[in-house]
């Protein structure tokens, strides 16, 4: 006889990731990871502005990813058994836990698209000093240093 599979998570509570905390994420090692230059391009503005925007998507793309890879790590709510679902509102109360996957999502999203759109700041800038301006600011916004 074929044992049915159900559609409901059970035990997902017990299976949670680790979310990691802001000072965890900052320490991280792709922080510190060097992007390796270009040589091929001659023109030193040209090279600058491609380093940073190099830099600006690898750092970005790494913190997005760590935050969407979060965000889909906890299960739906809708997907729980019953008696975790009812654990999870009486825990924390009516549509919080949603609300808070949400703000993860929108976090994901809103990193996409500030590292995209430094990426383009920058691919406009005139002189080297400017697309390294243009890194640290989008660095500074993003670390709230």
Same mark, same amino acid.
């Given at each position: 006889?074929?044992?049915?599979? *159900? @559609?409901?998570?059970?035990?997902?509570?017990?299976?949670?990731? /680790?979310?990691?905390?802001? *000072?965890? +994420?900052?320490?991280?090692?792709?922080? $510190?990871?060097?992007?390796?230059? *270009?040589?091929? %391009?001659?023109?030193? +503005?040209? $090279?600058?502005?491609?380093?940073?925007?190099?830099? %600006?998507?690898?750092?970005?793309?790494? !913190?997005s990813s760590?935050?969407?890879?979060? *965000?889909?790590? =906890?299960?739906?709510?809708?997907?729980?058994? @019953? =008696?975790?679902?009812?654990?999870?509102?009486?825990?924390?109360?009516?549509?919080?836990?949603?609300?808070? %996957?949400?703000?993860?999502?929108?976090? /994901? @999203?809103? !990193?996409?698209?500030?590292?995209?759109? /430094?990426?383009?700041?920058?691919?406009? !800038?005139?002189?080297?000093?400017? @697309?390294?301006?243009?890194?640290? $600011?989008?660095?500074?916004?993003?670390?709230g240093c």
């Amino acid at each position: 006889m074929a044992k049915r599979v *159900s @559609a409901v998570a059970h035990g997902a509570l017990q299976r949670l990731p /680790y979310v990691r905390t802001a *000072s965890e +994420i900052q320490e991280m090692k792709f922080w $510190r990871a060097p992007v390796r230059e *270009s040589n091929r %391009i001659v023109d030193p +503005i040209k $090279r600058a502005k491609n380093h940073t925007s190099r830099l %600006i998507n690898m750092q970005l793309g790494k !913190l997005s990813s760590i935050t969407r890879q979060a *965000s889909l790590d =906890f299960p739906a709510l809708r997907r729980m058994h @019953a =008696f975790e679902r009812e654990v999870v509102v009486l825990t924390l109360g009516q549509g919080t836990y949603e609300k808070h %996957i949400q703000k993860l999502r929108k976090v /994901y @999203a809103m !990193l996409h698209n500030t590292g995209k759109q /430094y990426e383009r700041e920058c691919q406009e !800038l005139r002189t080297k000093q400017e @697309a390294v301006d243009c890194g640290l $600011r989008c660095v500074e916004e993003n670390c709230g240093c």
